[in-house]
């Protein structure tokens, strides 16, 4: 079946440093979707990339989607203790609307 | 009013209890889905089920019943709960439309402990 490997698992940045996340699928994927989960929160969606080679800015976060849409990341610049939380890859094949999520990677920002 | 929600928020029982937890979403979508979120966080999709529908079954226990009244609702029962179902489970919905998936909304998750 499809996997999703996303990383690091962890990243521990000081504040106002960059931090990137990898997410690397074994299959082709029809999009790949970002999610972001606050400490004792809930996945929330940031975002959602359907083309190849793909680039979407919001704010300080840049989403990339792969030229093979087989992989993504996201970047963000100049961290903030808000962005503390884990980022959650998820991707579906083409045809099918499940979606399956990457491991994540738990992003802390000392300040 | 809150688009996806789960009750209760925190059940804490015994060993070979039956339980359930609910969810309803106010959203209108098609598809609902429960995930598993174990203690380091992987997020792990249980069940979805599409206009009452079941489409996916991730090959958890049969002791996992999903039961959905109707599209707004999904509960989530569990037979002779293990000390392995600790986790915390959330409950999502999103509107498939065409061209496949579309964004999924989170409830705020149940966190389940089993002593």
């Known amino acids: 079946g499809q996997q999703v490997m996303q990383i690091p698992q962890y990243q521990h940045v000081q504040e106002g440093e960059d931090f990137t996340t990898y997410c690397n699928s074994s299959?082709?994927?029809?999009?790949i979707q970002w999610y972001k989960q606050r400490p004792g929160g809930h996945p929330v969606f940031l975002i959602q990339?359907?083309?190849?080679?793909e680039v979407k800015k919001q704010k300080r976060l840049t989403f990339q989607f792969g030229e093979a849409k087989k992989n993504s990341s996201l970047h963000i610049t100049a961290t903030q203790t808000t962005d503390v939380g884990t980022y959650f890859c998820?991707?579906?094949?083409?045809?099918?609307?499940?979606?399956?999520f990457g491991k994540g990677t738990k992003l802390s920002v000392i300040p | 009013d809150t688009a996806v929600s789960q009750t209760p928020k925190y059940l804490v029982t015994q060993m070979g209890n039956d339980k359930s937890i609910k969810c309803e979403q106010n959203?209108?979508?098609?598809?609902m889905y429960w995930y598993k979120q174990d203690s380091k966080k992987f997020l792990k999709i249980m069940f979805s089920?599409?206009?009452?529908?079941?489409?996916i079954n991730e090959t958890v226990p049969n002791r996992f019943s999903p039961k959905s009244p109707d599209k707004a609702h999904l509960n989530l029962h569990i037979n002779s709960l293990e000390l392995g179902d600790s986790a915390v489970y959330f409950c999502?919905?999103?509107?498939?439309?065409?061209?496949?998936?579309?964004?999924?909304?989170f409830g705020p998750g149940t966190r389940l402990t089993v002593l």
């Open positions: 299959t082709t994927l029809s999009n």
């Open positions: 990339l359907v083309k190849s080679g």
């Open positions: 089920y599409n206009n009452k529908e079941l489409i």
């Open positions: 998820a991707g579906s094949g083409a045809g099918s609307y499940q979606l399956t």
């Open positions: 959203l209108g979508h098609d598809t």
């Open positions: 999502a919905s999103s509107q498939v439309g065409q061209g496949g998936t579309d964004t999924q909304y």
